[in-house]
């Protein structure tokens, strides 16, 4: 999982050549595992701040989720070189990503 999740962060400006299957699934896997761990730590980070009612680990709360926001976007990006690659790699031409913006029909293909 861990190779996967290297080769999708290393290859994050390639949109050229393909990505396996299993690289392209371990990655998404491990990727959905860690935004539900950070998710719940900066969730936890504000309930705190909330129920103490500090400004101090609000503070840190917003710190926290700024750069879990800037850090996304990278991610983002490199899920979608990833997901064109892995298109090519089943023989489907890259635009086919806009699919997913199809409702309902666009997750079945």
């Known amino acids: 999982m861990l190779s996967a999740v290297k080769k999708m962060i290393e290859?994050?400006?390639?949109?050229?050549?393909?990505?396996?299957?299993?690289?392209y699934w371990w990655a998404t896997l491990a990727v959905a595992i860690i935004e539900m761990l950070v998710g719940g730590i900066v969730g936890i980070i504000f309930a705190f701040a909330i129920g103490k009612e500090s400004a101090a680990l609000g503070i840190i709360g917003m710190i926290v989720a700024i750069a879990i926001s800037i850090l996304g976007v990278f991610v983002a990006i490199a899920g979608i070189s990833l997901t064109v690659r892995r298109l090519r790699d089943a023989g489907f031409p890259w635009w086919f990503i806009f699919a997913n913006f199809i409702p309902s029909i666009g997750q079945i293909a």
Not at 11 to 23: E, I, L
């Open 11 to 23: 290859n994050w400006k390639d949109f050229n050549g393909k990505t396996s299957r299993p690289d």
